[in-house]
């Protein structure tokens, strides 16, 4: 970029180590730059006016409703006098200025041309289109809402120092559960150092692995007292926070956003004592009773059972098992000398039968024949001689009887 460019486009270049800008040259250079800003709107609480006698300008210090930041206002007189209603310490006002840098003092402000104090119904208008706005992004979803654990091993309580709702959560937390461990950090509850205080209190607690749940205790308070808990950088931040947390903020009519976003909304700080920890004595009665319920049902269920097994030895199978065998053994006798009168039967006709074989087979035996006188005259060959004409002199045959055998020779 040339030199020229620089000066056209306001850039300033930064001197050398060898040659640096005395503080003077610095705090010039600044105001040049923050007096080629523009006007501006802004919004914020009033922490301090200052009326000097006779001046015409009232310095008022203005504060971030949502950090710990600040300017100083420089406001013409007649605004101040003129402003309706009456601006106080700890209002909100909205402003139109230009900002000024004071070089001799290094010091920012605004110089105000219009500074109006913000009512209460433009609040309630300003919260309600906010409240629109967190509904429409899933803040106040029910369903992303996580349940409080049953016991938790510590409890992280923000409220205000020395304060009611303090009290009343400490006292109705331990008298239900005597053992119920809290961490406390107060912080303030209203006015423009109350979110900062709640956002810090509510990172230190989340870092915390032992805390299971915190609690977000305020007492009453009239709407603008209640601001701080609507506010959309703590409805965040508790929308952001992976630890449960319960809002008890005011009074049951009370319903800053903050109720919306946390995972339970309790109506007052004694109701937040009552969801964060169990009823030491409920649980014993409780525990009683399911221990008398668990007893009855077992013995029902025995005398059930009781009932049931004697049904079952009273059977007669059961009550006389030798009944069972007694009468398979009729059976099995029965079966028995049934098959051996088949058996038998069987027997002496396959004998009857054979002896019928045995005579026919001896009947036609040719031994039959043999018994009765004949013989039987065979060749040298063993074939049987039926003709005398098939025997030669000189064969030597041979004769058989019924008992024994001959060999004879024929002569002729």
């Avoid at 706005?133 to 106040?140: K, S, V």
């Avoid at 938790?152 to 709702?165: K, V």
């Avoid at 920890?277 to 399911?290: G, H, T, Y």
């Avoid at 028995?336 to 087979?361: E, F, T």
């Amino acid at each position: 970029m040339t030199e020229t460019q620089q000066e056209r486009e306001g850039a300033v270049k930064a001197p050398s180590p060898e040659a640096p800008w005395p503080v003077r040259v610095v705090s010039q250079k600044i105001g040049e730059w923050v007096g080629r800003l523009g006007w501006v709107w802004a919004e914020g609480e009033i922490a301090q006016i200052t009326k000097r006698p006779g001046s015409p300008l009232v310095f008022i210090t203005l504060r971030d409703m949502s950090a710990d930041i600040s300017v100083t206002l420089t406001v013409p007189r007649r605004f101040v006098e003129a402003a309706e209603p009456p601006l106080v310490q700890g209002g909100r006002v909205i402003v139109h200025g230009k900002p000024q840098w004071y070089a001799g003092r290094g010091t920012l402000s605004l110089g105000v041309d219009d500074i109006r104090a913000v009512g209460l119904g433009e609040l309630l208008a300003r919260l309600q289109r906010l409240k629109k706005m967190l509904a429409a992004e899933g803040l106040f979803d029910p369903a992303r809402k996580r349940p409080l654990p049953f016991l938790p091993r510590r409890i992280g309580l923000i409220t205000g120092r020395a304060s009611a709702a303090e009290k009343d959560v400490l006292e109705n937390a331990r008298l239900r559960f005597p053992a119920a461990d809290f961490r406390v950090i107060n912080v303030p509850v209203q006015g423009a150092s109350a979110v900062p205080a709640v956002l810090d209190a509510l990172a230190s607690m989340e870092a915390d692995p032992d805390i299971e749940v915190i609690v977000l205790a305020r007492g009453g308070g009239s709407v603008e007292d209640l601001l701080p808990w609507s506010d959309e950088a703590l409805c965040r931040a508790v929308f952001a926070c992976k630890t449960p947390i319960v809002a008890a903020i005011g009074h049951e009519t009370d319903n800053p956003l903050v109720d919306y976003v946390a995972d339970v909304r309790a109506s007052t700080p004694t109701d937040a004592a009552k969801r964060v920890v169990p009823d030491f004595s409920e649980e014993l009665r409780a525990l009683s009773m399911a221990r008398r319920r668990l007893d009855l049902a077992m013995n029902g269920l025995l005398d059930r059972e009781q009932h049931r097994l004697d049904a079952v030895r009273s059977r007669p199978c059961l009550a006389q098992p030798a009944s069972i065998v007694d009468g398979r053994q009729s059976e099995v006798d029965e079966s028995l000398r049934r098959a051996r009168h088949a058996l038998s039967g069987r027997i002496a006709s396959a004998v009857d039968s054979l002896s019928h074989v045995r005579a026919r087979l001896r009947a036609l035996s040719p031994q039959a024949t043999l018994d009765r006188g004949y013989a039987i005259v065979q060749q040298a060959d063993g074939s049987v001689l039926r003709a005398a004409a098939e025997a030669n002199a000189g064969d030597v045959l041979r004769v058989r009887l019924a008992e024994g055998e001959i060999h004879a020779t024929v002569k002729e």
